[in-house]
């Protein structure tokens, strides 16, 4: 079973942040945070990932929690085409295996 | 550009037929894995593969084996289909510390009738 806690969907205006919580309540020491997400038929894209510190790369940014037990996924301008299903895993960068939850499903408006 | 290909995009397979998945990747990875996902179910995980000749199960093993008999190609197959196996099937790749994530392929949905 998925480790994470995410609401199941949240609306953002385009253009504005979109801000994604994620609650990662059983994380170890050693697990990271990824967040992926997934478009209408097709598989699901890495977006990013961090251990303990923030992290930004041209997708997006991540704010992990001090304690490590909760995360938020910013996308800084949203457009139309961020719609999508998003997901806050938590895993062993050794074994390589991630578990999805349900994730969020965002829709951005006009 | 790198990929995790994902041989047919559609597939229509009766009952009780034997149905292989196929699925290359380009970028070296040590690790693939096979998901099903359904709607409400999300993404589950059936088997992963360390290295070549290796595999694990994953959650939902059960009605289906896999190959690897090679790095770069990871098979999945249903020894005799069922009309419950009927979703969408993903492959991934990683390298064996998954820091940098998984690479998706775009998907087989499959139909068992």
């Known amino acids: 079973d998925a480790k994470t806690t995410q609401p199941p969907s949240m609306d953002c205006a385009e253009g504005r942040a979109a801000n994604l919580p994620c609650n990662h309540s059983?994380?170890?020491?050693?697990?990271?945070v990824y967040w992926y997400r997934q478009i209408h038929s097709q598989g699901p894209q890495y977006i990013i990932h961090?251990?303990?510190n923030n992290e930004t790369n041209e997708m997006a940014s991540l704010i992990i929690t001090e304690d490590r037990k909760s995360s938020t996924l910013i996308l800084p301008h949203a457009t139309l085409r961020d719609t999508a299903v998003y997901y806050c895993?938590?895993?062993?960068?050794?074994?390589?295996?991630?578990?999805f939850g349900q994730g969020t499903t965002l829709q951005v408006k006009p | 550009d790198v990929k995790v290909t994902q041989s047919s995009r559609y597939l229509v397979k009766r009952t009780g037929e034997k149905v292989f998945l196929e699925c290359v990747q380009d970028?070296?990875?040590?690790?693939m894995f096979w998901y099903r996902q359904d709607p409400g179910l999300g993404l589950r995980l059936i088997y992963f593969s360390y290295d070549v000749k290796m595999k694990e199960k994953g959650d939902i093993p059960e009605g289906y084996s896999v190959s690897r008999e090679k790095k770069e190609r990871f098979s999945l197959i249903l020894e005799s289909a069922s009309t419950n196996q009927t979703s969408m099937y993903l492959c991934?790749?990683?390298?064996?510390?998954?820091?940098?994530?998984?690479?998706f392929g775009s998907g087989t949905r499959l139909t068992v009738v």
């Open positions: 991934a790749s990683s390298f064996r510390k998954a820091n940098y994530g998984y690479t």
């Open positions: 961090g251990l303990k």
């Open positions: 059983t994380i170890s020491g050693n697990e990271y």
């Open positions: 895993i938590d895993g062993s960068g050794n074994t390589g295996k991630l578990i």
């Open positions: 970028m070296d990875h040590e690790n």
